[in-house]
């Protein structure tokens, strides 16, 4: 079979996990939340640098919250929604959904959407779960989402990776069915090498994998007229953050290559056009028993 061929118009989703260096799921059993006031937090001027570099490529993207960083800096969430930017959910506490009770995980569901709403004047419709944590076995999860009003979810990472690996969903968008209703699952970027499927939609592997492999994941969609998902944290364009005392391999998986996130960003942006998925649902919503292919 012949290669496909480039569709140099489609619009790739930039996403953003909106959450400070001491809220990551790595640290979660060295820093308490209820530590989290005393900590610097610099979400702030690490968010700015984010909406400079989407402006300057005339992009835009979906900024998913924590409702605790919405709370303490208003006027951020109010930027990003005047900058174009859709703001999404990404709960309260930034707790694992696979450790929550139906409970639990509902309140975090519909705080968060209230406070992000009142702070942003703008409607939430997505939600993204921390750590990618709605795991087999916790569909539940979507049920809830529909039943508070939710539309689409961004929580699924079709990896085998231990920790927020779900390998058997499927790799492009697709309606999920629930008892409630729909629900549109946008799932994180990966790219088949040898007959292995890579996680290529930014994070850590923008940082860690050679850039063209997270630049072919993008070609790739493109070629095949899909919609990537990319994602990134704020924290992860400030080399200049308090170190945390962790293990060997936690440290090199948080730290490496921080000082070269922001230059590989601003090159996918220049590669490649992004929008917010908000604007692409339609799309995907209609293209998507060709995408669960």
Known sequence: MGQPY???HVTHLFTVDVEDYFQVGAFERLIPRES??????RVERNVDLLLEMLAAANATGTFFTLAWIAERYPALIRRIARAGHEIASHGVTHRRINELTIGEFREEARTSRAMLEDVSGTHVIGFRA????ILPGCEWAFDVLVEEGYEYDSSRFPINRPGYGSPRSPRYAHTLDTP?????EVPLTTLDVLGMRVPAAGGAYIRHFPYAVIREAFLDRARNGIPGVFFIHPWELDPGQPRIDTPWLTRVRHYRNLDRTAIRIQRLLKEFRFGAIAGSLPVMTQNAPLMLA
């Not at 989290?36 to 937090?41: D, K, N, P």
């Not at 921390?130 to 944590?133: G, K, T």
Request: contains cysteine; hydrophobic residues 30%.
């Open 180 to 184: 409630s209703g729909t629900l549109v």
């Open 36 to 41: 989290w006031e005393t900590r610097e937090c």
């Open 130 to 133: 921390p750590n990618f944590s």
């Open 6 to 8: 480039a569709r140099p």
